[in-house]
């Protein structure tokens, strides 16, 4: 594990950024693993301004996402889909065909879960995995449990993602309860995964995925287990380490 203590949200925005363009430059045509909300919003303005300085070419990069809500079109603006688009994708090069997320409004969801752990495992490999933490410790949708769940599955959010996530939509009933996450095998058989971290609110479950006991109930806790994880992490959310 490689930790990169930083000041605050725009060092640890610029410096996860240095990370996924080294990676692209090294390989063209990388596979990323892309998350969500406001922990990586910063990293995606950064490889945009880097883009648009012509520094980095993402024509042949292909991306899977982490997870995606059951029940919300990629049209909806509170979509992961929307998000990439108007965050990330809208602003790059990208091939949009090359853009990969669960579908929300998938009629038999398990089935979609097969599908899209299919084209997960015909990657070989994601080359670097960006993640977030939820305040219970979930990376992607994958919610305290008592085991790991290896594969893309569909999964009942917890009330304290709800009300995390409850920002973003006008009333915390319309959050979906549901979302298709990539699983923890899924995760972990990245090459390279980068997790971001900022604010107090995140300082003591992040101390728990870092130095506590590995256990299903603190998802995050199984990244100690990968060979070549980077955490970037501000002060805030380093105080109780």
């Not at 996860?16 to 990323?32: N, R, Y």
């Not at 070419?57 to 979509?79: A, P, R």
């Not at 933490?133 to 917890?158: A, Q, S, Y």
């Not at 997790?195 to 299903?216: N, Q, Y």
């Amino acid at each position: 594990m490689t930790l990169q203590a930083v000041k605050n949200y725009d060092y640890m925005s610029r410096v996860a950024a240095e990370i996924f363009l080294t990676q692209i430059k090294k390989k063209p045509d990388s596979v990323l693993g892309l998350a969500t909300g406001s922990s990586v919003l910063g990293l995606y303005e950064h490889l945009i301004k880097s883009h648009k300085e012509g520094n980095v070419d993402f024509s042949e990069i292909t991306t899977v996402n982490l997870d995606e809500y059951v029940g919300l079109s990629g049209e909806s603006d509170q979509s992961y889909r929307y998000y990439m688009d108007n965050n990330l994708f809208n602003h790059i090069n990208i091939n949009f065909s090359n853009t990969n997320l669960p579908d929300g409004l998938a009629k038999d969801v398990i089935t979609e879960c097969k599908r899209y752990n299919s084209l997960i495992e015909s990657f070989m490999g994601v080359d670097i995995q960006l993640l977030g933490l939820g305040l219970n410790g979930h990376i992607g949708f994958n919610e305290p449990d008592d085991v790991f769940t290896k594969e893309t599955h569909v999964v009942d959010l917890e009330e304290s993602t709800i009300k995390a996530n409850s920002r973003f939509f006008e009333n915390e009933k319309d959050v979906p309860r549901q979302a298709i996450t990539m699983g923890i095998q899924n995760i972990m058989h990245a090459k390279e995964i980068v997790l971001c971290v900022s604010g107090k609110a995140k300082a003591k479950i992040l101390k728990e995925v870092l130095t506590g006991p590995i256990t299903p109930h603190v998802p995050g806790s199984i990244l100690q287990l990968h060979p070549n994880l980077t955490v970037v992490a501000d002060m805030d959310a380093l105080s109780e380490i």
